[in-house]
């Protein structure tokens, strides 16, 4: 039994956050945000949640696919920045909808999150535990950035991406075809957020800022360039291609820099790896879902054609699904 894509949908906040913005709040400049990373500017949450945000890359979603909140079989959301802790942001999204007979869960995969989700969805559909699901990439990564650290809060944008899946029907070759995904655990240490004090935590040294994200840029982007090609051709091994066989590659938006290395790895022409981090910024488990919407919505990505998704992110994780659109 196949899984596909049928409706794509984002949501992202009304407040934009320009490099010009960050010259003011931060030692930085507009040039060095730009030549580094790629992104101009990013939305910010003020009042919008992570809820928020995924209810409406939803509502988005199912009106792109045809199909109404209590179609909903099946409700992931993918996200490390949830406001509250109980209930978790599924449950929540599905309140919002009205999909009363969905199962709704989280995910925390940090950047990595959306595949992840993706995957565990596939396999409930492949299963047959049910026929359809709401996948989102859901974040407001802004709540836990350090906005006094230069090294990582030009980096981050919020948002939300959603799509649409379900099973397909004999005959039909849309679908996903490849997929691979890994965790590294050892590298924990590199990008990670303390978030709270817990029991026997409350030493002078947890002040607020240490409980805010924490990364080795440098490392983070090494991990990357060296990991996402591994985990692609393994994907591509999966669905029996090579990688000038896919169409387009819509690969986490961390950096306009780690995605040209990627490209140049694979020996793929980089007009395949269409990117939105210059508007968006790195979104973080919404970054995929975001762009593959963005393209779905403007016509450039269109039936029969093959594509890979592809990220990674703090655990570190990395995942990659290859598809036919
Ligand atoms: N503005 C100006 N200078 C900055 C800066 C900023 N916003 N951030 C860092 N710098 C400085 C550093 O302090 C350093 O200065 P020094 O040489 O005087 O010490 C210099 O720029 C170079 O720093 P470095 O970290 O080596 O730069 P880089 O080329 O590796 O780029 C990142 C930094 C963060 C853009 C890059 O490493 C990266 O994108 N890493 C991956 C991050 C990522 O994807 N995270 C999310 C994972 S999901």
Redesign the pocket.
């Known amino acids: 039994m196949g899984v596909a894509i049928r409706g794509t949908g984002g949501a992202l906040p009304e407040k934009i956050l320009t490099n010009f913005d960050?010259e003011k709040m931060?030692?930085?400049?507009d040039e060095?945000?730009r030549q580094?990373?790629g992104m101009k500017e990013r939305h910010i949450g003020e009042k919008e949640t992570v809820p928020y945000l995924a209810a409406n890359a939803c509502r988005r979603a199912l009106e792109n696919a045809g199909k109404t909140a209590e179609e909903v079989e099946l409700i992931i959301v993918a996200t490390c920045t949830t406001e509250m802790l109980l209930p978790c942001a599924a449950c929540r999204v599905q309140n919002m909808l009205g999909a009363k007979d969905a199962i709704a869960f989280d995910i925390n995969a940090?950047?990595?999150g959306f595949l992840f989700a993706l995957n565990t969805a596939h396999h409930y559909i492949a299963s047959g535990a049910c026929k359809n699901a709401l996948i989102v990439g859901a974040e407001v990564l802004s709540e836990i950035i350090d906005w006094t650290d230069?090294?990582?809060?030009?980096?981050?944008g919020d948002g939300a991406g959603a799509v649409f899946v379900e099973e397909t029907e004999d005959g039909d070759p849309s679908g996903i075809i490849g997929m691979s995904q890994g965790s590294s655990g050892m590298m924990g240490k590199i990008?990670y957020c303390r978030g709270r004090v817990v029991k026997g935590e409350t030493e002078p040294e947890i002040n607020s800022e240490n409980l805010l994200v924490h990364?080795q840029?440098?490392e983070?982007?090494k991990f990357?360039v060296r990991q996402v090609p591994v985990c692609i051709n393994k994907a591509l091994d999966m669905a029996k291609l090579e990688a000038n066989d896919i169409d387009i590659y819509v690969l986490?938006q961390?950096?306009k820099?780690?995605i040209e290395s990627i490209a140049k790895t694979l020996k793929v022409d980089i007009e395949k790896f269409p990117m939105n981090i210059e508007k968006v910024g790195?979104t973080?488990s919404a970054s995929i879902p975001l762009l593959l919407d963005e393209l779905n919505r403007s016509g450039q990505i269109v039936k029969g054609q093959k594509v890979m998704l592809s990220?990674?992110?703090?655990g570190m994780t990395f995942g990659a699904c290859a598809m036919v659109w």
């Open positions: 960050l931060v030692d930085t400049t060095w945000i580094r990373t940090a950047c990595g230069r090294g990582t809060c030009v980096l981050f990008l990364m840029g440098s983070v982007y990357a986490h961390a950096n820099r780690i790195n973080s990220g990674f992110g703090a």
